[in-house]
């Protein structure tokens, strides 16, 4: 009687164990790259994230000085936050252009604030960081910002805490800022509200 070839059927188990234990091993270096991958990406849309933080930082920064009326700025910018009509755009615009260029009118009660309202990155509503100021941005690529940040400036009334209703205690700036990371769909908007002492 003859008998089966052992060795045979224990090198055809030993090659199909191999061949599992390959593709386990390229599965799993397969997802190792790929949360590596992940990981770089993230890490990448969070510093452009940051950038666009910084940037939106900024503009706010640059409008405090705006509202403060900046040295070396354009004449008759200052005396802009102390008029009415200032802030009244008119001409179915809710901000003004030239000198009142980012100064928006208050909306009526029910509708939404300017804010909300305009395109944070049109020209023609907003002011870019230094137009009013001087102030000086590099833009461009890599770690840098892909434009200059913007911002629009509301005058709204201010009541002091405690104060009777009706009391006129002067103005509230709220300023809303955009800025822009080293990638075209990364923005930031941040907002800050300021008073300014003759007020």
């Not at 950038?51 to 802009?80: F, H, K, V």
């Amino acid at each position: 009687m003859r008998r089966g070839l052992p060795g045979w059927r224990q090198r055809g188990a030993t090659l199909v164990a191999s061949l599992v234990m390959l593709v386990a091993v390229l599965l799993l270096a397969a997802s190792a790259a790929n949360v590596s991958m992940m990981g770089e990406k993230s890490a990448r849309a969070e510093r452009d994230r940051h950038i666009a933080l910084q940037s939106a930082e900024d503009a706010l920064m640059d409008a405090e000085r705006d509202i403060e009326g900046a040295a070396g700025g354009p004449a008759g910018r200052r005396a802009l936050f102390g008029a009415v009509q200032a802030f009244t755009a008119g001409h179915g615009r809710p901000c003004g252009s030239g000198l009142a260029q980012g100064l928006c009118e208050r909306t009526a009660p029910g509708e939404a604030p300017a804010w909300q309202a305009v395109d944070l990155r049109d020209e023609r509503h907003s002011a870019a960081l230094g137009t009013f100021t001087g102030a000086a941005m590099e833009t461009g690529q890599g770690f840098l910002p892909l434009r200059r940040p913007r911002y629009i400036v509301e005058r709204l009334p201010y009541r002091p805490p405690g104060a009777e209703v009706g009391v006129d205690g002067g103005y509230l700036y709220r300023v809303t800022a955009i800025g822009f990371g080293s990638r075209e769909g990364t923005q930031v908007v941040l907002q800050a509200t300021q008073r300014r002492p003759e007020d």
